[in-house]
């Protein structure tokens, strides 16, 4: 049996429809009952046959900060993929960050120690991995992480979860983690996730900024993730970068595909400075929710390259280009937009 935790997530729902495409038996936790439907939307983008593959699933109800209700989940488990993460940058939000990454987390691992899991994956971020001083420098899976640097809340608490994961496998469990750029996928366009990225540029992006990071096509994600845990590899973690783009590339070409308007002006070092102050104050006076933390600023400014060659040598892997996969979801979104 499989376990996936964040079935109800982007990664987790089209992990799902890999293994139950394969006839693979598949469990997977829940925590808000309504989500599932998004699930079901996801499957309709790739198959006629969505309801019956969609049954195959057996979920179970279950939150990963309570051990309790994880226990049942684990019965006759062999492999997991843990998929499940609250993403925010919002620095108020840290404690919550940290209940649900690490000490979530924390307790998967230690289901896993006490099930003797035959093999754990880990779906964390480039967030966690370390930064280099040069811009030009890659940045690869050895890059350090520096504690004194001014990490978002989001970036330290996936680091904290590795942690955790790397402290499983001095307990026996074989992990294999995989820090995936910015995910790019159908179905998940509300929110602040990656998907949500299209909806934003289709309704208009005012300001663009040259800073670079990296890109990936969830199905890129989803067949390395399978191929790992189906491979002999064992504690090591994997950067899934396809392309490095600037954010202007990104929302150009975003925005082509989806016939729409791009960003015409720059956001300037001096914009993002007022910018995230404003946002803050307007938090603190009127309780409104973070939209433009100082990590984020930088980061939208920062040009961080990410080197996949790790991967692509391991396990001889191809990534797909960053424009087909924004061709795919710019369609799928239209399509929704649609049929709304």
């Known amino acids: 049996m499989i376990l996936v935790t964040g079935g109800t997530g982007l990664v987790g729902s089209h992990l799902l429809y890999k293994l139950v495409s394969n006839n693979e038996p598949v469990r997977a936790i829940y925590r808000r009952k309504h989500k599932l439907d998004t699930v079901k939307k996801v499957f309709s983008y790739y198959s006629d046959n969505a309801e019956s593959l969609y049954n195959k699933i057996e979920w179970m109800e279950a939150n990963l900060t309570d051990i309790t209700s994880l226990e049942p989940v684990f019965k006759n488990v062999e492999h997991v993929y843990h998929c499940a993460a609250f993403v925010s940058f919002e620095p108020d939000r840290y404690h919550e960050l940290r209940k649900i990454n690490i000490i979530g987390t924390a307790n998967i691992v230690n289901l896993c120690i006490d099930n003797a899991i035959k093999k754990l994956c880990y779906v964390s971020s480039i967030a966690a991995i370390g930064h280099n001083e040069n811009p030009e ?103 899934l970068v396809s392309e490095n783009l600037s954010f202007k590339d990104f929302q150009e070409k975003t925005a082509k595909a989806l016939g729409v308007n791009p960003a015409k002006k720059e956001a300037s070092k001096l914009i993002l400075e007022i910018g995230w102050r404003l946002d803050w104050l307007n938090h603190k006076l009127f309780g409104k929710r973070r939209k433009l933390s100082k990590q984020v600023a930088q980061t939208a400014r920062h040009k961080t390259v990410y080197d996949n060659s790790k991967i692509k040598t391991d396990i001889k892997f191809e990534f797909n280009l960053i424009e087909t996969s924004i061709q795919k979801v710019s369609t799928y979104f239209l399509d929704d937009l649609k049929n709304k």
């Open 137 to 239: 420098k890659l940045i690869t899976e050895n890059t350090e992480w520096n504690p004194e640097d001014d990490n978002s809340v989001y970036a330290i608490t996936k680091y904290g979860a590795e942690i955790e994961v790397w402290r499983g496998t001095q307990e026996g469990v074989n992990a294999v983690i995989v820090n995936p750029g910015i995910i790019l996928g159908p179905g998940f366009w509300k929110g602040g996730g990656s998907s949500s990225l299209f909806k934003q540029i289709y309704k208009g992006f005012k300001y663009y900024t040259h800073g670079i990071t990296g890109y990936v096509d969830v199905w890129d994600v989803i067949n390395i993730m399978h191929q790992l845990m189906r491979s002999e590899i064992t504690n090591e973690r994997y950067i």
